[in-house]
């Protein structure tokens, strides 16, 4: 099994920013990609942003010129840099890691972002 522990959301105003950290744990064979999604009240989850193994990044258009998703291979972590936040960023964040042919999700964690 694998485990993906989640930090760094929180309260902050309109125009801060925030990191977000992913490390995951446990039985792992290989990372493959790995990604951001969000989940604001009444609304379906969404894509944040993804990374495949070899750095290449994908982003949602309202996150475009403001998040940047990164990763440590070697700490299994996968990070999002969420600047000029905006109230509409408010969520709850989850991280996805894909391991083998499995796709294991954090717990989520709380960004809140006051105008």
């Known amino acids: 099994q694998v485990q993906l522990a989640e930090s760094g959301g929180g309260l902050v105003q309109a125009g801060g920013s925030l990191r977000l950290s992913c490390a995951a744990s446990?039985?792992?064979?290989?990372?493959?990609?790995m990604g951001w999604y969000r989940q604001a009240p009444g609304k379906q989850r969404e894509l944040v942003a993804t990374?495949?193994?070899?750095?290449?990044?994908n982003y949602a258009n309202s996150v475009k010129g403001r998040f940047t998703i990164s990763r440590n291979n070697a700490k299994n972590t996968v990070y999002l840099q969420m600047n000029s936040l905006k109230p509409e960023d408010t969520a709850v964040y989850y991280c996805?890691?894909?391991?083998?042919?499995?796709?294991?999700w954090g717990q989520g964690t709380q960004v809140t972002v006051s105008s």
């Open positions: 446990g039985s792992i064979s290989s990372i493959g990609a």
């Open positions: 990374i495949t193994s070899g750095g290449d990044t």
């Open positions: 996805n890691t894909r391991v083998g042919f499995y796709g294991y």
